[in-house]
């Protein structure tokens, strides 16, 4: 079983990297690399694409590398490979985002990335630090965990979903802030799990062992 995290150059993989390896040796959930070689990406049983940055700028960089990004396309769409998107990474399933100006996503997620207004203006922009979770949907890579617990956030964007049967959690910041979605075998999650600690690497362990 190989898990592939993308590197298109859009962020320090380090820490996820090393927070999905120790989940795989725990759980026995195969290898896991990084790499940025399209080879890979096809024979991955699982696909995780990271992100930190603008949207744009991450778009432009994973699509600006074609084999790899073609071969990322073939593996979600046609093989169905169960993805998971982190950050920036989960904002690019999107039909389209909004940061500087119009940028088509994947169009995985029925949702266009806005940024965040919320309605009490003592809240700052960016949305930096721990935040509850609301559960708005079981999912299998939410098994054991529930509203209330912690997750770790960094983000000025969010993914406003069209389609609320693909909104599986969300947190309060002055208003709702999406923090997973999901559908078929695709999620994403605006948090970073590799940082949120034990629920974290409660996800990651579930992603790890989803077989959709």
């Known amino acids: ?6 590197d298109y150059e859009s962020g320090n993989l380090h820490s ?7 989940m795989a040796r725990e759980t026995g959930g195969g290898e896991v690399i990084v790499s940025d070689r399209a080879e890979d990406v096809a024979r991955a049983d699982r696909i995780v694409l990271p992100g930190d940055g603008a949207f ?3 778009c432009a960089a994973l699509k600006g590398r074609e084999n790899l990004f073609d071969a990322l396309k073939e593996a979600v769409e046609v093989k169905a490979r169960p993805f998971l998107g982190i950050c920036v990474g989960m904002q690019l399933m999107a039909r389209i985002g909004h940061e500087y100006h119009e940028t088509a996503g994947l169009g995985w997620i029925d949702g266009e990335v806005e940024r965040i207004r919320p309605a009490d203006p003592a809240l700052k922009v960016p949305h930096m630090g721990w935040n509850d979770l609301v559960v708005d949907q079981p999912h299998p890579v939410l098994d ?9 956030f960094v983000h000025s964007y969010h993914m406003r979903v069209s389609d609320r049967t693909q909104l599986l959690a969300h947190a309060e910041y002055g208003a709702p802030i999406t923090a997973i979605v999901g559908r078929d075998t695709m999620i994403g999650t605006q948090f970073h799990p590799e940082k949120s600690q034990q629920t974290g690497l409660r996800l990651i362990a579930n992603f790890l062992a989803w077989t959709p």
């Open 1 to 6: 079983m190989l898990t592939v995290l993308i």
């Open 16 to 22: 996820a990297e090393k927070a999905f390896q120790r």
């Open 56 to 58: 744009p700028a991450c």
């Open 144 to 152: 054991g965990i529930e509203t209330g617990q912690h997750a770790y």
